[in-house]
């Protein structure tokens, strides 16, 4: 990873607490009072769709290191073979992965609100996030996940095997959907283990991003709160929490592709 990369990223993402959330959304210029205002939002009938270039996030120069970054991967990884075929596919034809994270009210059988996908398109890397402002939303928000599916000759997750696919899946089946074709899957915290369970205290993203990846989050909403941010969104319409989960779930998709490129790296490199 390039220093202007880490360092625009640094400036996006350890959790600090409520305190520090407040100091980032006040440092924000013009902060959206509602989500419908957010930045990027292209649709807000039966489910709220926000889509933006992840330079909205990072700024310019982060994202053309990235995107260089993965160009340059795809070239040097030709001449290697030991890279698992998975990850050498992805960084091979990134333009043909999507990228997913999904937020949901609690463990398996709880309804996903918001979900997150990332696409690398010429030259750019654009960030869908689509969310259910309210419990009735969520049919909306799969039925939209089929829709991702069909243009998607890859999936790359972190746990989604386990987890993310498993609940869209149960989901779309109690919303009446048919099974969809899902194309291959690269669930990256197998490869992460495989790779780094032995020189870390555990494989959990944002122990990959802090200890592989170099940078820390700033201003982050904890997992563990996210289920009840949303239901007091849902309740009370405010905004002040909910529109951090949608920074976590952004920064959770832009480690998925730090993690796939430190996966590409020698054995040796320091991480």
Same mark, same amino acid.
């Given at each position: 990873?390039? +220093?202007?990369?880490?360092?625009? #990223? %640094?400036?996006? /993402?350890?959790?600090?607490?409520?305190?520090?959330? %407040?100091?980032?959304?006040?440092? &924000?210029?013009?902060?959206?009072?509602?989500?419908?205002?957010?930045?990027?939002?292209? $649709?807000?009938? /039966?489910?709220?769709?926000?889509?933006?270039?992840?330079?909205?996030?990072?700024?310019?120069?982060?994202?053309?290191?990235?995107?260089?970054?993965?160009?340059?991967?795809?070239?040097?990884?030709?001449?290697?073979?030991?890279v698992?075929?998975?990850?050498?596919?992805?960084?091979?034809?990134?333009?043909?992965?999507?990228?997913?994270?999904?937020?949901t009210?609690?463990?398996? /059988?709880?309804?996903?609100?918001? #979900?997150?996908?990332?696409?690398?398109?010429?030259?750019?890397?654009?960030?869908? &996030?689509?969310?259910?402002?309210?419990?009735?939303e969520? $049919? %909306?928000?799969?039925?939209?996940w089929? %829709?991702?599916?069909? /243009?998607a000759?890859?999936?790359?997750?972190?746990?989604?095997?386990?987890?993310?696919?498993?609940?869209?899946?149960?989901?779309?089946?109690?919303?009446?959907?048919?099974?969809?074709r899902?194309?291959?899957?690269?669930?990256?915290?197998?490869?992460?283990?495989?790779?780094?369970?032995?020189?870390?205290?555990?494989?959990?993203?944002?122990?990959?991003?802090?200890?592989?990846?170099?940078?820390?989050?700033?201003?982050d909403?904890?997992?563990?709160?996210?289920?009840?941010?949303?239901?007091?969104?849902?309740?009370?319409? +405010?905004?002040?929490?909910?529109?951090?989960?949608?920074?976590?779930?952004?920064?959770?998709?832009?480690?998925?592709?730090?993690?796939?490129?430190?996966?590409?790296?020698p054995?040796?490199?320091?991480?």
């Open positions: 990873m390039t +220093d202007d990369f880490r360092e625009r #990223l %640094a400036e996006i /993402g350890p959790d600090r607490g409520k305190r520090e959330r %407040a100091r980032v959304r006040e440092k &924000q210029a013009k902060p959206p009072r509602t989500i419908d205002e957010m930045k990027g939002v292209v $649709r807000k009938e /039966g489910v709220l769709v926000v889509e933006r270039s992840l330079a909205d996030l990072i700024g310019d120069e982060a994202l053309t290191s990235l995107v260089s970054e993965l160009e340059r991967t795809s070239r040097t990884i030709l001449a290697r073979d030991d698992a075929e998975e990850v050498r596919e992805l960084l091979q034809n990134p333009d043909r992965a999507l990228f997913i994270d999904t937020e009210t609690g463990l398996a /059988g709880n309804m996903v609100f918001l #979900l997150g996908a990332m696409r690398v398109e010429r030259g750019d890397v654009r960030l869908t &996030q689509v969310f259910a402002r309210d419990y009735r969520e $049919r %909306a928000l799969v039925e939209s089929l %829709a991702m599916l069909e /243009g000759g890859m999936l790359v997750s972190f746990n989604g095997k386990s987890f993310d696919l498993p609940v869209l899946r149960d989901r779309l089946g109690l919303h009446g959907f048919e099974p969809p899902e194309p291959p899957h690269l669930d990256l915290l197998h490869h992460a283990r495989r790779r780094w369970q032995e020189v870390l205290p555990d494989c959990r993203l944002q122990t990959l991003e802090w200890r592989i990846c170099g940078r820390r989050r700033a201003g909403i904890p997992g563990e709160e996210i289920p009840a941010v949303y239901h007091h969104f849902v309740r009370t319409g +405010d905004t002040r929490d909910i529109l951090t989960v949608f920074h976590h779930n952004a920064l959770d998709l832009i480690t998925l592709a730090e993690v796939a490129l430190k996966l590409a790296a054995e040796d490199d320091p991480a």
